[in-house]
């Protein structure tokens, strides 16, 4: 089992919080000598502050800056596509 204490800052992570729980893509924000600023991205992006001793089931992968800059055309893309406003009459 890990834990975000193993996690470093400014960096993504695909990580799974338990085993029934689906993989999540995250980025340490900051960290204090006791926790970690964490945001996961879903369909809403979720700031969250974690324990550094919160289990952590699997640590995928660190995701590398490439795949991060893909990632981000994608997921700027789907964002913008639900930000519409009705014609108004």
Known sequence: MYSYALLE???YYLIQETDQMPVNLIKVNLETEQCMFVSRY???TVNEWKKKGDPIFDILELVSDD???DWESIYNDNQGSYNY???ED
Do not use: H, Y
């Open 42 to 44: 879903g369909e809403e």
């Open 9 to 11: 800052k400014n960096c």
């Open 85 to 87: 406003e009705e014609d």
């Open 67 to 69: 795949k991060i800059k």
